[in-house]
């Protein structure tokens, strides 16, 4: 069965500090992987997505970066930190080929003080 | 952009009271999920629709997808405390999904 690990899972980083939230699959190939942040309980904005190594989409331009050096594995980055990064942010992924169900890790809460 | 409307954004309700909420989009999904969330943790798939007019139901929990396949209802019967949570619908059109802002149900007993 297909798993979902996201670390930490809260972090608690001063401003101007750099950011690395790891994200990874296992049991499936090739998925699409996502980061959304979350704001008060609400909806989801996308942040990043991928369909494959390499190849990273961009919703929203940010203080923040996405890679995916490995096919199950997607990285959330920041340089610098800003107070308004804080927030609840979830990694997810679905089925290759298109769009599907997601399925969501438990998701980190960061506060940048 | 594809954008889903959720109503109500809040719902606060007695235990045993009937519900339904509503997802609506301009744009037409090839299918479309319902998610629920708890505090503190990742939303969790509840069902996918995927044929205009389908309808699926989850023991309390009853999904419909519209003819048009750009809007849908979850209906809940006899709602309990354990149903409170942030329900979420989602439409697949392309590599990303796209999510609406949220419905928050709390189930008082």
């Known amino acids: 069965s297909q798993t979902i690990h996201q670390w930490p899972a809260t972090l608690v980083q001063p401003v101007g500090s750099p950011l690395s939230l790891e994200c990874t699959v296992e049991g499936t190939s090739n998925p699409n992987l996502y980061w959304y942040r979350q704001a008060a309980g609400r909806g989801l904005q996308l942040l990043f997505y991928s369909v494959g190594i390499g190849q990273i989409s961009s919703e929203v331009p940010q203080n923040l970066s996405a890679s995916r050096p490995q096919d199950r594995q997607f990285i959330l980055s920041s340089k610098k930190l800003l107070l308004s990064d804080s927030g609840f942010y979830l990694c997810a992924w679905s089925p290759p080929g298109g769009y599907s169900e997601a399925f969501f890790g438990q998701g980190t809460r960061l506060t940048v003080v | 952009t594809q954008l889903l409307e959720q109503s109500p954004q809040f719902l606060s309700i007695q235990e045993g009271e009937n519900l339904t909420v509503y997802c609506n989009s301009s744009?037409?999904?090839?299918?479309l999920q319902w998610y629920r969330q708890e505090p503190g943790e990742g939303p969790v798939l509840l069902v996918t629709v995927v044929t205009g007019g389908e309808v699926k139901k989850l023991k309390r929990l009853t999904f419909q997808f519209g003819d048009a396949r750009k809007d849908s209802s979850l209906h809940i019967t006899a709602a309990q405390p354990g149903d409170t949570g942030l329900y979420l619908c989602a439409g697949g059109g392309s590599e990303k999904l796209v999510f609406g802002k949220g419905t928050k149900l709390t189930v008082n007993p």
């Open positions: 744009s037409v999904f090839s299918s």
